[in-house]
């Protein structure tokens, strides 16, 4: 940190502090006249939130049930069929119902599976047969199925159509009503508690008639809409109305220095906002040193920073072309080099071929070897489809079937989804020509068979260049593997075109990719691994 920043830091820090003192002291001033009204306020707005959704979650249940009689009175359910719909109901809403019953016209209440038993004596079926509501809501009773704390909420079917289904009776679970009202007490309609507020025996003490009141402590109370007569109430000592001041002033004590020190720190962020995207583009520039090509710098700001951002995003373009274009040239210097390789060979098997047989046969090459070289020469692209690369090597391999009929034979085998994917031109000929030379043509007196294989694994393409041929000791195969692996050309451990299959591959698809040779007693494999989905294009 510089000394402009400190000082800045500085002088902002000591305008928060003055600050911060006068307005605390006009807190505690203003807090003593207002905090007890306004806390009563919001303690009431609190009861009526809580009172609000205790007669929502009512309001719910009793609307399902509502949907459940209406529907039984329009389709003229008979008692089975109302009882299978409230099962639906109970099973999708097991938190929300203890149980949901049908009551008969003459108040037997009938379940699923249970046997039915006569409400007739129940206070709540009393009240509702009494009144002319659609419903009622009983005082909270002990489930004998589980053990806990329902209300019941007797519905009435009507217009009635079946005096099966008379009612609904679903008994509801108490703990939800009581995890809303959490430590806030609930009363129904004849004052009796349902729902108490804390056990703490000190909070019990202070308890006093809740319709009254008494000396030094405020009753809040809310009504229940849904439930006629319930209510909810909260007995809040004065005390605890006036410490709100106590403790607001605390809490000002302890946010005032945190706003100071986020205030500090928002001003040490726009004193570094300049810092920032000059770290951030050497980082880039860190990163792009150690080989990243990938990574770009952020051009997103509107500022010197930002074009200066844009110039090194550009440079990098322009660098990467370059070397890519190096590549290529370096890629078709290579090739160049291996394209009179074949040509020697083939001439010096015409002119063998022209003292054994006759002129037909000249002409067979001739024809089997310009097939050869127009795919090989091609128009200089660097990539074929796997489909043209093994169509050329076929050529290769039916003019050495001539000259080495008595002892070489060759097979082709691929899967053909595979056939348009792109691969380098050049690529299975001088391990071909490998193969014939260092593993079939030492052997005179024993045919063997040359076997090409291409076959997709996963994301990669594979393809095996095998023959039946001499094998080449473990010695050697160590030495050539750690040259393919190493990526340099050493004459006297292998061939330039084993090398130059290899240096390619590497070169284009990176050092995952490339040549690997295995060679036992029976056979020697060249195997090729390149990416099967690569979307460069073939010509």
Not at 27 to 48: A, C, F, G, R, W
Not at 291 to 316: K, V
Not at 339 to 362: C, R, S, V
């Amino acid at each position: 940190m510089n000394s402009i920043q400190k000082k800045l830091l500085l002088y902002a820090g000591s305008c928060f502090t003055l600050l911060f003192l006068a307005l605390l002291v006009t807190i505690y001033m203003e807090m003593n006249h207002t905090v007890i009204p306004l806390n009563k306020s919001l303690t009431q707005q609190v009861l009526d939130a809580r009172s609000d959704q205790i007669d929502y979650w009512f309001n719910q249940r009793i609307g399902e049930i509502d949907t459940l009689a209406a529907l039984a009175s329009d389709h003229q359910w008979s008692r089975e069929q109302l009882l299978q719909e409230t099962h639906r109901l109970e099973r999708r809403k097991r938190e929300e119902y203890e149980s949901i019953r049908v009551v008969d016209l003459h108040a037997f209440s009938w379940g699923m599976e249970d046997k039915p038993f006569s409400i007739l004596n129940r206070p709540y079926y009393q009240h509702l047969i009494e009144s002319n509501a659609d419903y009622v809501v009983s005082h909270p009773i002990v489930s004998k199925a589980n053990g806990v704390e329902i209300v019941v909420i007797l519905y009435r079917i009507q217009p009635l159509k079946n005096e099966e289904a008379a009612y609904i009776a679903a008994g509801v679970s108490l703990e939800k009503m009581k995890e809303i009202a959490e430590d806030i007490s609930m009363y129904d309609q004849l004052g009796k508690l349902i729902v108490g507020g804390s056990d703490e025996p000190e909070q019990q003490a202070i308890g006093c008639n809740h319709s009254k009141g008494c000396d030094g402590i405020s009753v809040f109370e809310a009504p229940i809409d849904s439930v006629k007569g319930w209510k909810i109430v909260l007995e809040v000592p004065d005390s605890e109305l006036s410490l709100a001041v106590v403790r607001t002033q605390r809490t000002a004590l302890i946010v005032g220095p945190l706003l100071g020190l986020i205030f500090i720190l928002l001003l040490m962020l726009l004193l570094t906002s300049i810092i920032r995207p000059i770290q951030a583009l050497r980082q880039v520039m860190k990163n792009v040193q150690q080989g990243n090509q990938h990574i770009r710098a952020d051009e997103s700001r509107q500022d010197e920073i930002g074009d200066l951002a844009h110039s090194f995003n550009e440079m990098l373009v322009q660098l990467y072309r370059s070397e890519q274009e190096k590549q290529e040239i370096e890629l078709k210097l290579v090739h160049e080099q291996i394209k009179p390789h074949f040509l020697y060979n083939t001439l010096d098997t015409i002119q063998w071929m022209a003292g054994e047989y006759g002129a037909d046969n000249i002409v067979e090459m001739v024809e089997a070897l310009s097939t050869y070289f127009r795919l090989s020469l091609g128009h200089g692209e660097t990539y074929i489809s796997l489909e043209q690369e093994l169509y050329h090597v076929e050529s290769y391999l039916q003019i050495q079937c001539v000259r080495y009929e008595e002892i070489l034979d060759y097979e082709l085998s691929y899967e053909e989804d595979i056939l348009q994917c792109p691969v380098l031109r050049f690529m299975l000929q001088p391990l071909v020509e490998n193969a014939i030379y260092h593993g079939i043509k030492p052997l005179e007196d024993r045919r063997c068979t040359i076997s090409i294989q291409a076959c997709s694994t996963g994301d990669q393409l594979v393809i095996h260049v095998a023959n039946d041929g001499l094998p080449i000791p473990s010695d050697k195969l160590v030495r050539i593997n750690q040259m393919l692996t190493e990526d340099k050309q050493d004459g006297a451990v292998a061939g330039f075109g084993l090398y130059s299959v290899n240096h390619r591959i590497r070169m284009l698809y990176g050092k995952g990719y490339g040549l690997k040779i295995s060679s036992s007693e029976g056979m020697t494999t060249m195997t090729i691994l390149l990416p099967k989905n690569d979307r460069r294009e073939c010509e």
